[in-house]
């Protein structure tokens, strides 16, 4: 097959889930076919070009910037978002270079599949009704659950504005696309419920069982850890409130619990949180996750909003670490509570559950090797990638 993949932005460094799962699914996808990929480039980011030859066989970049969410072109990009029906989060994105050089492709080389990867690409996808929609998140349950979960009433009304344009957005590019494919069985069935979509395939997320295979000789030095992008903010409000609502309670039959919060561009009330406490680690970018990983004891997942599946959650049990995780930060895995992962939605029980894992070592080794067997046996990126591929088959058959 001959595939035009468009992104909104380059794979590497490869620093979120979203990246990650595109970037094995399209190592994969290279591997058997014609891999042509359309993203933006912000000229500060030459790795990303650089490495595109590992996922594709053609690179097309088209210079476009994204300006950061703390600098003043992002704040006269909020205000003039304001006053557009389409959402900020997408609008940012948008380029007419872009939407015309994927033209020009179409034009030129012909594709049997065009895929529109985030709906945050849809703007530069010339005619969206030929392109497959790969949906890591339904973007308006992330936008309902921040809406429900804020305190602050500007923040309130700011997140209502933006949860009725991206329904309104998000309904009509899932509804007008080829085919969609969702991430988990859940969130096609959210599509379904909430956008009518009916052309819609689930494909799992994966994970690389041999990269995160730990070392014999891993020493504990955390007792629990976060690994995730801490300029995203499902995980900064969930590590606010294991903070401010959880730690407390652990620290009640644990008071020396270690923890390692991993990840990106933490922001000023992570830092504080952390300065006002020698146990809390914040690593801000790193190399490799998976050392922090292998040196702790339990990850944890305290996530109150957010969508998709986490990543995370398959690398720690990869790595062999037993999890304990909220129901929205597990939500689309096939996990079993209290075999392959602790679930908790209270701050209590959530703390726990982490108690009890800690205590007990054994308990630790019983549930990180059902999860490993877990994830071993059914989750590989090849195993995901056929599944990608058998759907844009199917997609393409239905759309003769």
């Given at each position: 097959?001959?595939?035009?993949?468009?992104?909104?932005?380059?794979?590497?460094?490869?620093?979120?889930?979203?990246?990650?799962?595109?970037?094995?699914?399209?190592?994969?996808?290279?591997?058997?076919?014609?891999?042509?990929?359309?993203?933006?480039?912000?000229?500060?980011?030459?790795?990303?070009?650089?490495?595109?030859?590992?996922?594709?066989?053609?690179?097309?970049?088209?210079?476009?910037?994204?300006?950061?969410?703390?600098?003043?072109?992002?704040?006269?990009?909020?205000?003039?978002?304001?006053?557009?029906?389409?959402?900020?989060?997408?609008?940012?994105?948008?380029?007419?270079?872009?939407?015309?050089?994927?033209?020009?492709l179409e034009r030129r080389i012909g594709f049997d599949h065009i895929?529109?990867?985030?709906?945050?690409?849809?703007?530069?996808?010339?005619?969206?009704?030929?392109?497959?929609?790969?949906?890591?998140?339904?973007?308006?349950?992330?936008?309902?659950?921040?809406?429900?979960?804020?305190?602050?009433?500007?923040?309130?009304?700011?997140?209502?504005?933006?949860?009725?344009?991206?329904?309104?957005?998000?309904?009509?590019?899932?509804?007008?696309?080829?085919?969609?494919?969702?991430?988990?069985?859940?969130?096609?069935?959210?599509?379904?419920?909430?956008?009518?979509?009916?052309?819609?395939?689930?494909?799992?997320?994966?994970?690389?069982?041999?990269?995160?295979?730990?070392?014999?000789?891993?020493?504990?030095?955390?007792?629990?850890?976060?690994?995730?992008?801490?300029?995203?903010?499902?995980?900064?409000?969930?590590?606010?409130?294991?903070?401010?609502?959880?730690?407390?309670?652990?620290?009640?039959?644990?008071?020396?619990?270690?923890?390692?919060?991993?990840?990106?561009?933490?922001?000023?009330?992570?830092?504080?949180a952390a300065a006002r406490d020698p146990l809390i680690t914040v690593?801000?970018?790193?190399?490799?996750?998976?050392?922090?990983?292998?040196?702790?004891?339990?990850?944890?997942?305290?996530?109150?909003?957010?969508?998709?599946?986490?990543?995370?959650?398959?690398?720690?049990?990869?790595?062999?670490?037993?999890?304990?995780?909220?129901?929205?930060?597990?939500?689309?895995?096939?996990?079993?509570?209290?075999?392959?992962?602790?679930?908790?939605?209270?701050?209590?029980?959530?703390?726990?559950?982490?108690?009890?894992?800690?205590?007990?070592?054994?308990?630790?080794?019983?549930?990180a090797d059902a999860a490993w067997s877990l994830v071993k046996a059914?989750?590989?990126?090849?195993?995901?990638?056929?599944?990608?591929?058998?759907?844009?088959?199917?997609?393409?058959?239905?759309?003769?």
């Open positions: 097959m001959k595939i035009l993949w468009a992104c909104p932005l380059f794979l590497h460094p490869t620093t979120k889930g979203g990246q990650i799962r595109t970037l094995e699914t399209l190592r994969q996808l290279h591997r058997w076919h014609e891999v042509h990929f359309v993203a933006l480039d912000s000229a500060d980011n030459r790795e990303g070009i650089e490495r595109a030859g590992e996922y594709c066989s053609h690179v097309y970049p088209v210079k476009h910037r994204v300006p950061s969410k703390t600098s003043p072109a992002f704040v006269l990009q909020f205000t003039r978002g304001a006053f557009s029906s389409v959402p900020l989060a997408v609008s940012r994105f948008a380029s007419p270079a872009m939407r015309d050089l994927i033209a020009d895929v529109c990867d985030f709906l945050a690409a849809a703007p530069n996808i010339p005619a969206i009704e030929r392109a497959v929609l790969f949906q890591h998140n339904v973007e308006t349950t992330i936008w309902e659950r921040r809406e429900s979960t804020a305190t602050n009433p500007l923040h309130q009304l700011v997140y209502s504005v933006q949860r009725q344009r991206m329904f309104a957005y998000e309904r009509d590019i899932c509804q007008r696309a080829r085919h969609v494919v969702a991430v988990s069985e859940e969130d096609a069935r959210r599509m379904r419920s909430l956008f009518g979509v009916t052309r819609v395939s689930d494909v799992p997320t994966g994970v690389n069982i041999e990269h995160f295979a730990p070392p014999a000789n891993a020493q504990t030095k955390h007792d629990l850890v976060f690994v995730g992008s801490m300029d995203w903010m499902p995980n900064v409000d969930g590590m606010l409130y294991f903070i401010s609502d959880v730690l407390p309670l652990i620290r009640r039959e644990l008071a020396e619990c270690r923890v390692a919060i991993v990840g990106r561009t933490p922001g000023k009330d992570i830092l504080d690593t801000g970018t790193v190399p490799d996750t998976r050392p922090y990983l292998w040196e702790s004891a339990v990850s944890i997942v305290p996530l109150r909003i957010g969508g998709g599946t986490r990543l995370k959650i398959y690398e720690a049990m990869a790595a062999k670490v037993p999890v304990v995780s909220t129901t929205v930060g597990a939500e689309g895995l096939p996990l079993e509570s209290g075999r392959h992962v602790e679930l908790a939605d209270d701050a209590h029980e959530f703390a726990a559950r982490c108690i009890e894992l800690l205590r007990d070592t054994s308990a630790r080794k019983r549930m059914n989750f590989s990126w090849e195993q995901a990638a056929r599944r990608f591929e058998d759907a844009l088959t199917k997609s393409a058959a239905a759309a003769i």
